[in-house]
């Protein structure tokens, strides 16, 4: 256990890290980048002018430290809802980066429950991986393929658990340059 935690300390602080969060913080950088991951639809109902650079630190109730790379925030055309984009930059493939996405969700939820004490809804976050590791992305995109449970079991029981299906823009396929 000890080792995992050393190796992801070692990967964050990687020149492609700083270099991701820099240039995807910019809006216009995170728009161009969109543009290339979501479905069309859901591109046409962003708001690119209201695109703004959120606060992604979080400290759960451990007090544990939680960094997503790059969190934003966008109006949708014709309603007055948020979307939350998280993008999460990845030298290495992570089997089990569906929970933690899933933890970097509930605590930007977390955070607008606090900040909005009268809402009654909770704005949309789509979670964004960036792989630029060696290789492709061989792991699990979706938080059910975490669960050990038979197939058809698992289709009788996923609605009572909680759903995750992150994109992943799976860069590991091209060259480094």
Not at 64 to 82: E, N, T, Y
Not at 128 to 142: E, L, M, S, T
Request: positive net charge; without cysteine; charged residues 25%.
């Amino acid at each position: 256990m000890a080792k995992r935690g050393k190796k992801r300390r070692t990967q964050r602080g990687q020149p492609h890290d700083s270099l991701f969060k820099v240039t995807f913080s910019e809006p216009t950088n995170a728009f161009d980048l969109l543009r290339h991951v979501l479905p069309t639809a859901v591109l046409e109902a962003i708001d690119a002018s209201s695109l703004r650079h959120e606060p992604g630190s979080f400290v759960d109730v451990e007090l544990a430290q939680l960094h997503s790379d790059v969190l934003l925030s966008a109006r949708l055309h014709g309603q007055p809802a948020l979307l939350y984009v998280l993008f999460e930059h990845q030298a290495t493939v992570d089997r089990f980066m569906p929970v933690r996405l899933t933890r970097y969700v509930m605590r930007v939820w977390e955070r607008w429950l606090r900040d909005h004490p009268r809402t009654t809804t909770l704005p949309a976050v789509v979670p964004i991986v960036i792989h630029q590791g060696p290789g492709r992305w061989d792991a699990p995109r979706r938080l059910t393929e975490l669960v050990d449970l038979p197939v058809e079991l698992l289709g009788r029981l996923e609605r009572f658990m909680p759903a995750l299906d992150m994109i992943v823009d799976d860069l590991g396929a091209l060259s480094p340059a």
